[in-house]
């Protein structure tokens, strides 16, 4: 069980802060069932309420600093996601997002970033969907890596770039 005050991953939504493990009066349910009050770090005025037992969504501990530098450290290693039939592609970028794994979304990442370039080195534009799917994984990985190492989410692609480069 979380404790309050910590910072976990609760699956799209991304990093949330718990606020409270409490009971909730819920018609139909038991009233001995507890629930975490989640607020999203990059959602202020908005407040998640879910079971702690919760099996649909993902919930994880956010990295700990020493993860998130060696995940930094090994993106030059993290492999593409190889996509052999076009019509699977936005399937497995969903199944992707949704592990909530650092590593998948790095991946993610990747791959869009080379097709974007690519693509427009083609002349072509990016496909909604790609742009889609790029946006996601990377609010939620620099949202997270931010979070765990002290540096503003929208200084954390400069960040890693230039660790990657070194």
Known sequence: MFEIGEYIVYGNTGVCRVEEVTKMPVPGTRDDKLYYALEPVYRKGCRVFTPVDNQKVKMRPVLTQQEADDLIGRI???DILWVKDEKNREQIYKDAIRTCNCEE???IIKTLYLRKEK???AGKKVTSS???Y???AEESLYGELSVVMGIP???MEAFIYNRVKE
């Open 76 to 78: 030059k290693e993290i």
């Open 153 to 155: 989410k929208d200084e």
């Open 119 to 121: 693509r427009l080195a």
């Open 105 to 107: 979304l790095v991946k």
């Open 134 to 136: 790029l946006h996601l």
């Open 130 to 132: 790609d742009a889609r």
